[in-house]
């Protein structure tokens, strides 16, 4: 991820500095960079002297000193541990200007403890870059507790001059937006293979050729990598409770395995052979209904703890996951009143708590803001 945020940096016109714990790494990063510079030049993106000059605003080395000496801001992308985060974040603070802001790509993880390992809370927040961020348009901005509007401001704005969409998360909540929403529709899918409801197979098809997704979930968690969707799965559990029960049955033996999905050869899916091929005439043996059903009863929860707008929420998961469609306007366009009873009817025959409405989804129900035909559902 830092190297594919630094090209763009770069190509937008910043001079970016990589550090790494090795040359060899850094090395490395530098050879992606080019090659996919070269990319864009073959399909006509971008100029070769763009290409060229974009390159060599890249500087590498392993020198936190010298990498910040006069740096205006500085963006992690170390592994997925805080441990590790706050480490950097404090190195980071020790050698950089008073001035700079420090962002961070965690999917997952604290930004407000992150922004506590410095003197400099205020200027520190999240920056959730999409893979590959060369490509993808979505960035969630997280405020963490500390972080000041002013770093918000101009994190969006640089969000902006890199030719992305930012959508903002006010609350440092695990999971953010899109993972959290993501997070809630594959344990639904999970649980429902479990329970021999439907094969993934078939729970696939329908996602995919009913519901219009462009994956199937399974599918799309051994794409993702099922190590990843199990870390994200742990951090929402622990975050959130019974709500995001794991299925461990289903997931846990995989991880025991090391069968992680695409990167692995194995998942839910073989992709040995490239990627599966789901049935088609299996489309109807699931009711995609029940994945809308969970995902707008998130949405709402988040909507609920003020960590993000309707719009926001749409644009991450239309954005982020190229859904057909964001879960609030899907439930403003079918009405709020059928979600509130699809859940209902899945949570009395479960006893889930991933099927529990969202206070505010009835209240908005109770007041009549079923959706768009009444004039106001999550939208006015
Ligand atoms: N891979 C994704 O799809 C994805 C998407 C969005 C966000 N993220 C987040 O981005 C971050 C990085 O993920 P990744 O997949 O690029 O990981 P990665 O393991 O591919 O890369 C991490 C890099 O950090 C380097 N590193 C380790 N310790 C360091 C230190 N002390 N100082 C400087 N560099 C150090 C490693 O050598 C490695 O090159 C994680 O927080 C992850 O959650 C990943």
Redesign the pocket.
């Known amino acids: 991820?830092?190297h594919g945020i630094g090209e763009m940096l770069a190509m937008t016109g910043y001079h970016v500095m990589l550090?790494?714990?090795n040359d060899e790494?850094l090395q490395k990063a530098r050879e992606k960079i080019k090659w996919s510079l070269d990319k864009f030049v073959e399909k006509k993106r971008i100029r070769r002297e763009d290409a060229d000059s974009a390159l060599a605003r890249v500087s590498t080395t392993t020198s936190y000193e010298d990498a910040c000496r006069d740096i205006d801001m500085a963006l992690e992308?170390?592994?997925?541990n805080i441990n590790?985060k706050k480490e950097?974040f404090s190195k980071l603070d020790a050698v950089s200007p008073p001035h700079a802001l420090f962002a961070s790509?965690?999917?997952t993880l604290s930004i407000t403890e992150m922004g506590e390992a410095t003197r400099r809370p205020d200027r520190v927040a999240g920056m959730?870059?999409?893979?590959p961020p060369q490509l993808m348009t979505l960035v969630e901005i997280i405020k963490g507790v500390n972080t000041s509007q002013e770093t918000i401001n101009t994190l969006t704005e640089l969000a902006k001059k890199l030719g992305k969409t930012p959508v903002i998360v006010r609350k440092d909540v695990r999971g953010f937006i899109v993972n959290r929403i993501l997070g809630v529709v594959f344990n639904e899918a999970f649980w429902a293979f479990k329970r021999g409801e439907a094969t993934k197979e078939a729970i696939d098809s329908s996602v995919k050729y009913t519901g219009g997704f462009p994956m199937g979930w399974f599918e799309l968690a051994d794409f993702v990598g099922l190590d990843i969707a199990y870390e994200v799965g742990r951090i929402l559990y622990e975050a959130y409770g019974e709500r995001f029960k794991p299925c461990s049955e289903i997931i846990d033996p995989l991880i025991k395995e090391k069968k992680f999905g695409q990167k692995t050869g194995v998942g839910f899916y073989d992709w040995t052979k490239g990627r599966p091929r789901i049935p088609f005439e299996l489309l109807d043996e699931y009711d995609v209904e029940r994945s809308w059903a969970v995902a707008v009863n998130e949405a709402a929860w988040i909507i609920q703890d003020d960590a993000a707008n309707p719009e926001d929420i749409d644009t991450g998961m239309k954005l982020g996951t190229f859904w057909p469609s964001g879960p609030c306007e899907y439930a403003d366009r079918t009405g709020l009143g059928m979600i509130l009873n699809k859940l209902e009817e899945m949570h009395a025959k479960h006893n889930m708590e991933m099927y529990k409405p969202c206070p505010l989804l009835e209240d908005y129900v109770s007041k009549g803001w079923v959706g768009k035909k009444t004039g106001r559902g999550f939208y006015k």
């Open positions: 991820m830092g550090i790494d714990i790494l992308a170390v592994p997925e590790l950097v790509n965690t999917s959730h870059f999409f893979n």
